[in-house]
């Protein structure tokens, strides 16, 4: 009988679990500067990917710029949009 | 008709400073006010309240506006107010207000509301004492909603509105995940707005869900959210009705 126990029965080390790192990046997102709770970050296969508008091209690069440190040696794929800001060109009619 | 402009969720800070005022400047040619759905600022400061303010003084157009959750983050909602109330802005919090323009009175009721989520699918008045708060406080701000649109009846507009931040449906959410369904909105709201009764309904808040929805009573409902809209403002062009199709006669119709 085998008394050996892994160090972590669940699996990889807590710190290098993307699930929980994605989590810690959206708290972080949400709770630091940005104030940012529009964006969605989901795990694809090996990589990331970034989903949602956002307010500003500054706000965005503040985002990617935490996610990348955050996410340290994870590819990251971004599909960030900025919001537009025009007037509408038409107008919808409520009968 | 009236001409009703409306956004949420523009989240402006210092970096955003006039991006959207050449847009707003354009209102008095297409709307007879302008709704704001809340989260007007990204952490509810002064500071960036300063810049909301900046952005909407001024327009040629009432503009009536409710504060978010994030609005609230800096545990500021008074002071926000006050400086968006300073540049003539309606803020509503439980209250109604009615702004003459384009020659018609129109209602405005309006509250941030709360989550707790949609019928069958929601949270109860159970357990611990925080999940009870949870429900409560969601329920407080759809009864105040309920009353001002009653008031507003009462008051003979035109059309009455209901500007809330959080959903009264789950129509609108659609594209959001579902297990955040409950975060985003409260049937309470839908039901406060069935029971008074109400032209149209507005609301912010689900960055990623969709513009068109309906209460079970049939209440139009549109997500404003600037992200859903993908402008700066949408125009709703809302026929004028008979005063007594908005008020205690329509009650006593159904």
Redo the contacts between chains.
């Keep these: 009988m085998s008394t050996h126990r892994p160090e972590h029965p669940g699996g990889s080390e807590p710190a290098q679990n993307l699930d929980y790192r994605i989590a810690h990046l959206q708290d972080r997102l949400a709770s630091g500067e940005l104030g940012e709770l529009g964006v969605r970050v989901e795990a694809r296969g090996q990589t990331v990917l970034l989903t949602g508008t956002v307010p500003s091209a500054p706000c965005r690069e503040e985002i990617l710029r935490t996610v990348h440190e955050e996410l340290a040696g994870v590819a990251v794929h971004s599909d960030l949009v900025v919001t537009e800001t025009s007037s509408p060109d038409h107008a919808e009619e409520l009968a | 008709m009236i ?1 009703i402009a409306a956004v949420g ?5 210092p ?2 400073r006039g ?2 005022r ?2 707003f400047e ?1 209102l008095p040619e ?1 709307a007879d006010l302008l709704l704001l759905a809340g989260d007007l600022t ?2 509810g400061t002064p500071e960036e309240a300063r810049v909301v303010a900046q952005e909407v003084r001024d327009l040629g157009v009432p503009v009536v506006a409710v504060l978010g959750n ?1 609005d609230h ?1 800096d545990d500021k909602p008074d002071e926000v107010t006050a400086i968006l109330r300073d540049v003539g802005a309606h803020v509503l919090e439980g209250q109604g207000t009615v702004v003459e323009s384009g020659g018609s009175r129109i209602g405005v009721a309006g509250t941030k509301g709360f989550g707790g989520g949609f019928v069958g699918r929601c949270a109860g008045e159970f357990g611990e004492p925080v999940m009870k708060e949870f429900v409560r406080y969601s329920r407080r701000r759809a009864d105040a909603l309920r009353a001002a649109l009653e008031r507003l009846g009462e008051e003979g507009c035109d059309a009455r509105i209901a500007l809330t931040h959080y959903s009264p449906v789950p129509e609108t959410l659609a594209g959001e995940p579902l297990e955040i369904y409950p975060f985003l909105g409260s049937y309470l709201l839908a039901e406060a707005i069935d029971t008074a009764g109400a032209d ?1 309904a507005v609301h912010g808040h689900a ?2 869900g969709s513009e068109h929805g309906m209460t079970s009573g049939g209440v ?1 409902v549109r997500n404003v959210a ?2 859903v ?11 004028v009705r008979d005063h007594a199709t908005t008020g205690a006669a329509a009650q006593a119709a159904r």
């Design positions: 001409r969720d523009i989240h402006m800070g970096d955003s991006l959207l050449p847009a354009t297409c990204r952490h994030h983050h149209l960055h990623a139009r600037q992200p809209i993908g402008r700066a403002f949408h125009v709703y062009h809302l026929p």
